[in-house]
């Protein structure tokens, strides 16, 4: 995010200024809180990656389009942002407890191939979708779980050494008895803690809550190591624990994932890292709330596990599933369906050309306007997408601003949002030649009603328009059509 950092220094035109105020809901504390970096000008964010057995699904990719806006949000005000995106390639199991099979085995057996051939190419696709959807990767780094199985024992080793963990018979756990602050994160009651999804039945263990550390090979374990406890695999927490420490440090200032991690994965983390460091492991987290379909989790038994590359074969854009995720507060739950896509498309569609048309109008010569200040507001106020598109709309549409102070926030909003807004072309905005007869005499009649200040008889032109299958939006150069199905 260097590049956003010095676009916005520029802009200001002195580094002096003080850095405006950001505030992000904490989920450890569960309230809105003013965002202080641990170091000047500098933040480090961890994001939890993917497990690479298979694509990422759209519900996962709401959680990268979150973190992105987040790390645009900091960069846009002078912050430098180091970023760290995990990928899971080893020790993440079958239902994601401490029993069953490594999805990576279960995902090589599927596809009669090795786990590091299935890493490879679902590392690609995922990183393939993140470009895109117009996510910085650049800056971003992508460490593999199995390129710091070194770290990875030594953090166990520290933990067995302090007293945070015991060995058994299949290999090491982490006590969680041991770490008083167990369950802080969205305040666990560990005495509550009971056999369940994600917690198994281990006479073993001393608390159904202890988790891996390292576990004992199985003999379908195609990803095998020597440890001290024998030769394994490591627990699927503890590889964010140690690649967070390798490339960020011991203390970081953001952790963000899915809102389902926050309760078992996030917690583990931050026991075991605390435990081990006795430092406060993250200062802010941040999590997304989940996508569904249609009101159902997405699920490959349900059928509708939905692929970016699925969108795309319909003949949308990458950047509408974007739009169509900002239209949602990153805490609000969302539900997916073809029709709401259709939607978003449509808007950015419109979006667009209203961009280009503004473009023109103001020779790309930018002014600083009262909607440049709201719309930053919104966003800097808990990373308030809805209300920052809003505010877009709204002043794109005014005849209030001039075409200066709406390239100006056109730029705002295209740093901040990543919607491409200064390049794109619209791709279902409708021309002249394109609108049958009918739909132009009524858009011909509905401007006259609106020039003549008969609201009514134009909004009820406008609904006829719209049950024609189109939709109308007002730009700075007149009606802009668009189709509202594909």
């Not at 690609?124 to 993140?130: H, S």
């Not at 910085?136 to 030594?154: C, H, M, S, V």
């Amino acid at each position: 995010m260097k590049w956003l950092a010095n676009v916005f220094k520029k802009r200001r035109g002195s580094a002096h200024i003080q850095t405006p105020r950001i505030f992000f809901t904490n989920t450890l504390s569960g309230e809105k809180e003013l965002f202080i970096s641990q170091k000047p000008r500098m933040v480090t964010m961890y994001s939890c990656g993917p497990t690479v057995y298979g694509p990422a699904h759209i519900g996962n990719l709401r959680a990268y389009v979150f973190s992105d806006i987040l790390a645009r949000v900091l960069g846009g005000v002078g912050y430098s942002v180091r970023r760290v995106i995990n990928i899971t390639d080893v020790g993440h199991l079958v239902g994601d407890g401490d029993t069953g099979e490594d999805k990576m085995t279960v995902g090589a057996a599927r596809e009669k191939t090795t786990p590091q051939a299935i890493a490879d190419r679902y590392t690609n696709e995922f990183i393939d979708n993140l470009s895109e959807l117009n996510i910085d990767t650049g800056n971003l780094k992508f460490p593999r779980a199995t390129d710091y199985i070194k770290e990875q024992i030594a953090l166990a080793k520290t933990l067995e050494e302090k007293g945070f963990a015991y060995r058994i018979k299949n290999g090491l756990a982490f006590d969680t008895s041991r770490f008083p602050g167990y369950g802080k994160l969205g305040n666990i009651d560990l005495s509550a803690q009971k056999v369940g999804a994600r917690i198994e039945a281990d006479p073993e263990k001393r608390h159904p809550a202890d988790f891996w550390l390292w576990r004992n090979a199985k003999p379908k374990d195609l990803q095998q190591w020597d440890s001290p406890w024998g030769r394994g695999n490591p627990g699927w927490h503890i590889e964010c624990s140690a690649m967070s420490r390798a490339l960020l440090g011991q203390e970081i200032d953001i952790h963000t994932g899915g809102e389902d991690l926050a309760q078992i994965h996030h917690n583990n983390e931050m026991a075991q890292s605390e435990a081990a460091s006795g430092r406060t492991f993250v200062h802010y987290w941040i999590h997304n709330a989940f996508l569904t379909v249609e009101g159902n989790k997405i699920s490959k038994s349900l059928h509708n596990d939905i692929y970016l590359r699925d969108i795309v074969a319909k003949g949308y854009s990458p950047l509408s599933l974007r739009y169509f995720f900002l239209q949602a507060h990153y805490r609000t739950p969302l539900s997916f369906s073809w029709n709401a896509l259709a939607g978003a498309a449509g808007a950015l569609d419109r979006l667009w050309k209203i961009s280009r048309d503004i473009a023109d109008e103001s020779s790309r010569k930018s002014a600083p306007s009262e909607a440049r200040g709201r719309f930053l507001a919104a966003l800097r106020d808990d990373l308030a997408t809805p209300q920052a598109l809003g505010i877009l709309w709204d002043s794109l549409k005014s005849e209030e601003y001039a075409p200066e102070e709406k390239w100006g926030l056109l730029q705002d909003a295209d740093a901040h949002l990543g919607l491409s807004l200064l390049h794109a072309t619209p791709t279902n905005v409708l021309t002249e030649t394109d609108i049958p007869e009918k739909i132009r005499d009524m858009l011909v009649h509905r401007e006259a009603a609106r020039a003549s200040k008969d609201f009514k008889q134009a909004d009820r032109i406008r609904s006829d328009i719209e049950k024609s299958g189109y939709h109308v939006d007002d730009g700075p150069n007149g009606p802009v059509l668009t189709k509202t199905t594909l």
